[in-house]
């Protein structure tokens, strides 16, 4: 039961500090700025045609994607938000990346979810990098997870073909005495 509890440590840590810089980001933007405008700092106005925080909202998934689907995806994070609870202590200790996936992208549907709860179905978006949907820190922490799941799939396919053992000959290759 104890391993139970630090494994729930882990997670909630983790998640806990995305879902407080999401919130907290969100936060200053709402409070900023009006929806629609713009900002970046004077020093970084070279930035703008790239990069530039701007109060946005969506009702859809993230990056703006299928908009108008708030009860959907409201219902759809509760479930993800329940089965990455039930399922991570189930997680090996020594498979870090998925145990930081998990922590991420329960951080981001949480983050998500907390806004679609408190704001009538809208997330707040403010992060617009060139023409790519405007995101938050939740978007990205789902993102950024997804990748890290990826990359831990392909470390551990890698290390099993190099610790698997060689193949005997086929049999067509074999000489015959």
Do not use: C
Not at 46 to 68: C, D, E, K
Not at 80 to 100: K, Q
Not at 123 to 141: H, I, K, Q, R
Request: aromatic content about 12%; proline content about 4%; overall charge negative.
């Amino acid at each position: 039961m104890k391993s139970v509890a630090g494994k729930y440590v882990y997670l909630f840590a983790i998640a806990g500090l995305i879902v407080a810089l999401d919130q907290w980001t969100k936060g200053l933007v709402r409070t900023n700025l009006a929806l629609g405008e713009t900002w970046l700092p004077d020093s970084l106005t070279w930035l703008s045609p790239y990069a530039r925080i701007v109060h946005w909202y969506n009702t859809g998934a993230a990056f703006g994607m299928f908009q108008s689907g708030s009860m959907v995806f409201t219902v759809l994070a509760i479930i993800v938000i329940g089965a990455i609870i039930y399922y991570f202590p189930r997680v090996e200790n020594n498979d870090w990346t998925l145990r930081l996936a998990m922590s991420m992208q329960l951080a981001g549907a949480a983050g998500n979810l907390i806004d679609r709860l408190m704001y009538d179905g809208r997330v707040t978006d403010f992060l617009s990098v060139g023409t790519f949907p405007v995101f938050n820190v939740a978007d990205a922490s789902i993102s950024l997870g997804t990748a890290i799941l990826l990359l831990g799939v392909y470390l551990q396919e890698r290390a099993a073909r190099e610790t698997k053992a060689p193949e005997p000959n086929h049999p067509s290759e074999a000489t015959s005495e």
